[in-house]
């Protein structure tokens, strides 16, 4: 593997969201499946006796789990379901789709099984005997691939509500103010962070939720340059509650300090003190995963969103890999956007871009000492 695929692999690593491969999968096998019987059994009276038994087993199934749960759930009817027992049922047990496909099936047994040699109750009897011998013996639990999916279709995992919390309570906050406040430092600051790349937000995201306190300590050759003008609103009873960020230096290899805005993503510091607290129950797997899913969510928040745009940088990484990679990753990432921005000119002002634009860091104002506009003649002024 290059260097440049290893710098890759964390922003590859982050998870998508599932698609439905799971129900077309089901589609094929279901066709599949339907010509393997009509190949094998001529008798289709026979077919379809069985396959009414096996589908009522499985609506059977469905009603014991339920009544199974409603034993517990009816305990908790006045704290989870306003002493509702309706909706302690509801919640159990869909009665609509499950209670109608129930009486369906048993009618068209009734009606496919006058040879049959077992009853409808024995029927009945068997089937709640194999469902609850599944259920007492966990063998019905979903797997860890299910929970995942049903908690990230539902949004109910723990990095969803921290992205959110960390968007609405901090970054729709100060980013749209961002470019504001750093005009102001630049005015007292000796126009440090005049190009555009570090006129945003970089905010470090460490899988391995790794955050200190201070960038100092995380490397020798970040140092802290001064904070930016604070944002104060008020903010949930708080009267003027205030917001800052911190303007580094970051030294390359040549010894030359570049200046950005830069601070830690600072929910994933929440869960690496979860992942040592025991009442968390959150293990070292689950916090790697967790972390992936804030990164994805949001980037996904601050995508769609128009006041957010532009003003802010995502920085990931699996961890501190050697000495200094912190500033070398950051480095690495205000370089990257140099090319993206030389790339759009090009693509935005045509081939002559690279001999007709200067760096910004290069460009002089240059003024006419004369206070009327001049004339393209020599002699004008």
Not at 323 to 329: I, N, R, T
Request: hydrophobic content about 35%.
């Amino acid at each position: 593997m290059s260097r440049e695929e290893d710098r890759s692999q964390p922003r590859s690593s982050i998870p998508r969201r599932r698609g439905n491969r799971a129900q077309l999968a089901s589609y094929f096998l279901i066709a599949l499946s339907a010509l393997i019987v009509y190949l094998t059994e001529p008798d289709l009276h026979h077919v379809a006796q069985c396959l009414i038994i096996h589908f009522m087993a499985l609506q059977v199934g469905v009603l014991v789990k339920g009544i199974c749960n409603f034993t517990e759930e009816v305990h908790h009817v006045s704290a989870r379901y306003h002493g509702e027992y309706l909706r302690t049922l509801k919640a159990c047990l869909d009665f609509h789709r499950h209670g109608l496909l129930l009486l369906i099936c048993g009618a068209a047994y009734s009606l496919l099984s006058k040879e049959s040699g077992l009853p409808l109750c024995l029927y009945m009897s068997l089937m709640c005997l194999c469902q609850l011998l599944t259920i007492a013996f966990g063998l019905q639990n979903p797997s860890a691939a299910e929970i995942s999916e049903i908690s990230e279709r539902n949004n109910l995992n723990v990095a969803h509500g921290l992205a959110w919390s960390y968007y609405i309570g901090y970054l729709k906050i100060i980013l749209p103010r961002l470019k504001d406040s750093i005009s102001i430092f630049n005015e007292t600051n000796n126009f440090l962070l005049k190009c555009k790349k570090t006129r945003k937000l970089h905010i470090l995201i460490p899988l391995n939720c790794h955050v200190p306190d201070n960038l100092l300590t995380a490397d020798s050759r970040i140092q802290f340059i001064n904070n930016l003008p604070e944002v104060a609103v008020d903010r949930a009873g708080i009267k003027r509650r205030s917001y800052k960020n911190s303007v580094y230096g970051v030294l390359d290899e040549n010894q030359k300090m570049h200046f950005c805005v830069v601070e830690y993503a600072t929910p994933l510091q929440s869960l690496n003190i979860m992942s040592q607290d025991e009442n968390a129950a959150l293990s070292s797997q689950a916090r790697l995963e967790q972390a992936k899913l804030f990164c994805r969510t949001l980037e996904e928040i601050l995508e769609n969103s128009k006041e957010c745009s532009g003003c802010y940088q995502l920085i990931v990484y699996d961890g501190e890999n050697g000495e200094h990679f912190l500033s070398k990753e950051i480095l690495r990432h205000l370089k990257q956007q140099d090319q993206e921005e030389y790339a759009m000119c090009t693509r935005e002002e045509g081939p002559f871009c690279r001999q007709t634009r200067m760096p910004v860091e290069e460009t002089e104002l240059l003024l006419s000492s004369c206070d009327q506009p001049l004339s393209l003649r020599s002699d004008s002024c």
